[in-house]
């Protein structure tokens, strides 16, 4: 959960973090982003601001802003049980897209980075310890099913998404704690 306050304060930095980074884009699609703290109530840790850009049934755009040291946490993308017009939708295929900063990328594979990069006490929750740095204009393709987990490095990161159906709010955590949808504490 997060206030409306913070909410706006997440909103007006992450649209200022990619405005800076050279992407024009109006007020109306600014407060339109998704500020997620997926429930676990520490935005600026575990959290991501998320911008859609375009969403068919086909495929989505969208640009995330995470600021200084934010992680988005560990997910992988099913088969939705949703049916679309063709039939079952298949797990997302998704393609990021460095802007500005480094973007750290974590998938399952060999172990080659400390846990110090892992929220505290949330070990349980971050199991692949294979980093992938990206930096700007590089990308990295994640497929059905791979479990992965990002973070920005100290000075924050933006970076596109370009992937098949989006279909997120199916999308596994391996942290049981994680609600999709973010909800807003109103203030008096």
Not at 74 to 79: D, F, K, Q, S, T
Not at 99 to 119: A, C
Request: hydrophobic fraction near 35%; proline fraction near 5%; glycine fraction near 8%.
């Amino acid at each position: 959960m997060i206030t409306e306050s913070s909410m706006r304060q997440a909103k007006r930095r992450a649209g200022d973090m990619i405005r800076k980074a050279g992407i024009r884009c109006s007020d109306q699609e600014l407060d339109r982003m998704d500020v997620a703290d997926f429930g676990l109530s520490n935005l600026f840790v575990e959290g991501a601001e998320i911008l859609p850009l375009a969403e068919t049934e086909k495929v989505a755009c969208r640009i995330i802003a995470l600021f200084p040291g934010q992680t988005e946490p560990e997910h992988w993308h099913e088969e939705s049980k949703e049916i679309g017009k063709s039939g079952l939708i298949p797990g997302k295929e998704e393609t990021l897209r460095v802007i500005t900063g480094t973007l750290r990328v974590f998938i399952e594979g060999e172990p080659n980075t400390s846990e110090s990069v892992i929220p505290e006490g949330k070990e349980a929750y971050y199991t692949c310890r294979h980093q992938i740095l990206l930096e700007p204009c590089e990308n990295l393709t994640l497929y059905p099913g791979m479990k992965h987990w990002f973070q920005a490095e100290e000075e924050g990161c933006v970076f596109y998404t370009i992937s098949t159906t989006a279909k997120d709010g199916s999308d596994p955590f391996t942290d049981p704690s994680v609600v999709r949808k973010t909800q807003i504490i109103r203030e008096k």
